[in-house]
């Protein structure tokens, strides 16, 4: 399996304009995650999915933030419009929920997201 | 609410030599899983190892090695025989067991270390 993938690895993109990240979860994983890493605030969340419907979205940091899973194999973290703060490491994980399982999130490679 | 404390914001260690990264949580929750996180420069989030709650013994992998104390609420990792590949940053994260989305991250331990 080729993992969690994401596009594109990095993104440059000027105050005010729309941002598009997307993941490709593992096959067959039925959550998917989306989180954020600044050297301020660290790692966060902001929204997951369990088989496509979103479960809980209170990390997302306000309305210019949206994310939406039209299929079990896509998901989109789309910022709209982008501000300088918003400059960060985006990552997109997925996991598997077993009877008996650790619940082990799988995570991508991640965007590193510049907004000039 | 859960929280995840890494006190060490950077170690060091010499190559061949073993180090301990410390981390404490704070939950309500009696059963939950633990996690080891490595994050190199490649940003890539790898998972080091992981400990379930109801099980006393310490988990193992290779080289890392788990102290997990439930009572202290204590995780630490023990890296043994050091190689320079280990140099990253290492999260410990938190999560409950009937939970699915919520991964709590402490704030990482940047790993050094010195040939």
């Known amino acids: 399996d080729a993992g969690v993938i994401q596009s594109p690895r990095h993104e440059v993109t000027e105050m005010g304009q729309e941002v598009t990240l997307r993941c490709k979860p593992i096959?067959?994983?039925?959550?998917l995650f989306w989180y954020r890493q600044t050297m301020m605030r660290g790692l966060e969340l902001l929204i997951y999915f369990n088989n496509n419907v979103p479960i809980d979205d209170s990390g997302m940091p306000e309305d210019r933030f949206s994310a939406k899973m039209p299929n079990a194999s896509f998901s989109t973290l789309k910022i709209q419009p982008s501000e300088p703060r918003d400059s960060a490491v985006y990552f997109c994980?997925?996991?598997?929920?077993?009877?008996?399982?650790?619940?082990?999130?799988?995570f991508g490679p991640g965007t590193r997201l510049t907004v000039l | 609410a859960q929280t995840v404390t890494q006190s060490q914001p950077e170690m060091s260690v010499q190559e061949a030599e073993t180090v301990t990264l410390s981390c404490t949580y704070d939950?309500?929750?009696?059963?939950?899983?633990l996690f080891w996180y490595k994050q190199p420069p490649s940003r890539q989030m790898i998972l080091v190892i992981r400990?379930?709650?109801?099980?006393?013994q310490n988990a193992t992998e290779n080289r890392f090695s788990v102290n997990f104390q439930k009572a202290a609420k204590s995780f630490s990792l023990k890296i043994s025989d050091s190689q320079l590949g280990d140099a990253a940053m290492y999260f410990c994260?938190?999560?409950?067991?009937?939970?699915?989305?919520?991964?709590?991250f402490g704030k990482g331990t940047k790993l050094s270390v010195k040939p």
């Open positions: 994260a938190y999560i409950g067991r009937g939970s699915q989305g919520n991964l709590i």
């Open positions: 400990q379930e709650a109801y099980k006393q």
């Open positions: 096959s067959g994983h039925d959550y």
């Open positions: 939950t309500s929750e009696s059963d939950y899983y």
């Open positions: 994980a997925s996991s598997l929920v077993r009877t008996s399982g650790t619940n082990e999130q799988f």
